[in-house]
């Protein structure tokens, strides 16, 4: 049948299944926005584009399928630049669509053009730009086929506004759903025998077991090993916390992963790749540890850490692969087994703690700063998805949109753990989540500073203070003035009672959990 | 870099706007130097063929291999031993010589197998085809002359055999 483009547009989205997506509009996606208002599908609008990418991002973690942003052109596109690097950074699959001036318009400096294809590049693992009704279709279905298939990513499709409006043919298609990539005999065969050979193996599990939806498998092969389990940010929920080997997230200030690590004879990653960050790592080099790396992707091997063998494959296929020829190993005596508990203990960890465990099972974010690691570390999280960090890029604000996406995916309430600075970055979002009766709860661990820097500043032995904000924001009566409800809680309220105080009401609310300036620095 | 040598890597990659700039891109974002870089049609007209002379060591190549292939657009790369392949450079060079120097210059050209192009009174351009040090070295022997100008394109390399790059393609 002959429909203008952007009637294209939806039905092709239609196609996906898609229900929900996040945007912000303009002038050079209005014509989405008619077609939009005769669809299945709801748009949540966003109060920042960047609040909107992130929401797309949130919805797409906690589904697994791409998650879908919306924006004009110019500083709309622009805007959604840091959600697409951060999903980008955490392999997560999103489809993000932008209007463009019109086609005679490209190139001219025009009133709000910005060239996003090639703005985007670095930052995405793909971008189309359609240059005629005919082509939109086919970006659309290519665009969900990119996001979703392999590594997982964002894709781009870039649209003039005028193409929108030209008409095509359209004929609807079901979607292929892409097939995980299955490893190769000889490299699972490989994996084995360094697997057998090992006494002291230890497994590193990471978003590529979330991804494939791996973590029974992963189980198995770690109760069948005996092996104790770390995961990275971005595993989180892949172990279950009742496993009696389980070690938590592997970073600098979970010494008993730390230590693990330095125990093991064989450190076998999963869907993990190594960043920058800990010096576990740096271990693994020094102390030349064989390292068997599964990834989807075949470029992760060797790039950062040279791997001793190497299976190239979706994690779950993998691992299935794997099981039947891994030897049961008996269970061996590790030093950190009888190391005292050296975590991160201060009023934020305890009211996190306080806080998951009163919400059961939710969904968290978080921002980025201090609270990101304590939340981490603390918050009890029991299935895959649930824990929804900007792992890679580290994002400051990603929080609040994050978890208005994942509400959408699931209908969980969703537990935002932020700091003072990050949720200063993205509070706007407070209006979207009121607006759309989003029940999220927002516990703002305000130290009144920037605590991670003012750490850093304290560790370099910085003179000098720009490093705190000390406007003294009173953030529950902001978010009574944007609709929400608001709490405070004063540094001398027993953490557990005021938590059950402060949730005893109305969503979405905002607690105001006031620390001293120096917790955890 | 240590154990860095000089090695050829051939691409196919579809023909359309942006693939030279997301190839460009990917070297300069993960910090691969290219020491030369050759686009051209192919007999394929669905794709180009880009030759990338890099200078790096054998897991650096095998890194850039792995990241070219992931690309969308990308549809075959090849990395090539410098032994095994021919390549060839061109160069256009305008030397400011005159009069009784020009047999001098025309020794050279026939020594190395350089043509002149285009002669006036007082100028000459020098055209020469051949591998990369070939190239250098003319280049460094017509130093003592008063060289106004050069061009001088990236390799173009084959590997030598009756192999090609894109019948190894899965159509």
């Known amino acids: 049948m002959l429909l203008n483009g952007a009637d294209i547009l939806i039905h092709c989205l239609e196609e996906q299944g898609v229900r929900n997506i996040f945007g912000y509009p303009g002038a050079s996606i209005l014509s989405v926005y008619d077609a939009l208002a005769n669809s299945s599908i709801r748009h949540v609008l966003a109060a920042h584009e960047q609040g909107a990418c992130f929401a797309a991002e949130g919805y797409a973690r906690r589904s697994g399928r791409a998650g879908v942003v919306l924006a004009t052109s110019g500083p709309g596109a622009t805007n959604l630049v840091t959600g697409l690097a951060d999903a980008y950074m955490d392999s997560v699959p999103l489809v993000a669509i932008t209007g463009n001036v019109p086609l005679s318009k490209l190139g001219h400096d025009s009133f709000q053009e910005v060239d996003i294809f090639d703005v985007s590049m670095p930052v995405t693992k793909y971008g189309i730009i359609v240059k005629s009704a005919n082509e939109i279709a086919p970006a659309i279905r290519r665009a969900f086929a990119l996001a979703e298939s392999g590594r997982k990513g964002p894709v781009l499709v870039d649209v003039p506004s005028d193409i929108f409006d030209h008409s095509a043919e359209y004929e609807p298609v079901q979607p292929a759903r892409p097939l995980p990539l299955p490893p190769s005999e000889e490299e699972v065969r490989a994996a084995a ?43 989180i929920g892949c172990c279950p916390p009742g496993y009696e080997r389980f070690l938590g997230v592997l970073s600098d200030i979970n010494p008993k992963a730390t230590e693990a690590v330095s125990e093991c004879d064989l450190f076998v990653t999963v869907g993990a790749r190594f960043n920058s960050r800990y010096n576990a790592f740096n271990t693994l080099r020094k102390r030349k540890i064989p390292l068997l790396q599964i990834d989807s992707d075949r470029a992760e091997i060797d790039k950062n850490l040279l791997t001793t063998a190497a299976v190239v494959g979706d994690a779950a296929l993998s691992l299935e692969a794997l099981l039947p020829l891994a030897e049961e190993k008996e269970a061996q005596d590790w030093a950190y087994l009888a190391m005292p508990d050296l975590g991160e203990e201060n009023r934020g960890t305890r009211i996190i703690r306080a806080l998951t465990r009163e919400l059961g099972d939710v969904t968290v974010t978080t921002d980025v700063g201090l609270h990101q690691e304590w939340t981490a570390h603390n918050a009890v999280i029991r299935t895959p998805r649930r824990f929804l960090t900007s792992g890679g890029l580290g994002a400051m604000g990603f929080g609040m949109g994050a978890a208005i996406g994942a509400h959408f995916a699931s209908g969980d309430v969703c537990l935002v753990v932020t700091g003072d600075g990050s949720f200063n970055m993205n509070f706007n979002e407070l209006t979207t989540a009121v607006k759309h009766h989003v029940p999220l709860v927002v516990a703002v661990l305000n130290n009144n500073a920037l605590g991670m820097i003012r750490k850093l500043q304290t560790a370099r032995r910085s003179k000098g203070g720009v490093n705190a904000l000390y406007l003294d924001v009173d953030y529950a009566a902001l978010a009574r003035a944007m609709g929400a409800r608001g709490v405070t809680v004063t540094e001398e309220e027993d953490p557990e009672e005021a938590v059950k105080r402060a949730l005893d009401g109305p969503l979405p609310v905002v607690i105001d959990f006031k620390l001293p300036i120096n917790t955890g620095i | 870099m240590d154990n860095a040598t000089r090695q050829i890597v051939s691409i196919l990659v579809n023909n359309q706007p942006g693939v030279l700039s997301r190839i460009a891109g990917l070297f300069s974002r993960r910090g691969y130097n290219i020491d030369g870089l050759t686009v051209c049609a192919t007999e394929d007209e669905r794709w180009s063929r880009m030759t990338i002379t890099v200078n790096a060591s054998p897991a650096t190549v095998k890194q850039i291999v792995a990241q070219l292939e992931k690309q969308e657009d990308v549809v075959k790369v090849m990395d090539f031993d410098v032994r095994k392949v021919v390549t060839r450079e061109l160069l256009l060079i305008k030397v400011a010589v005159g009069g009784a120097k020009r047999s001098e210059i025309v020794d050279l050209c026939t020594l ?58 899965e159509k």
């Open chain 1, 193 to 235: 025998e360094l697997l057998n050979k090992s006494e002291r193996p230890l497994l590193y599990a990471g978003g590529g077991v979330t991804q494939a939806g791996a973590e029974d498998k992963l189980m198995q092969l770690a109760r069948k090993l005996n092996a104790p389990v770390v995961t990275s940010y971005m595993g």
């Open chain 2, 112 to 169: 190395f197998g350089a043509k002149a192009i285009d002669v006036t009174a007082d100028s000459m351009i020098l055209e020469l085809t051949g591998s990369t040090d070939k190239v250098d070295s003319f280049v460094k022997t017509l130093g003592v002359y008063d060289i106004s100008e050069m061009a001088r394109t990236g390799g173009a390399a084959l590997e030598r055999g009756a192999d090609a790059l894109a019948t190894t393609v």
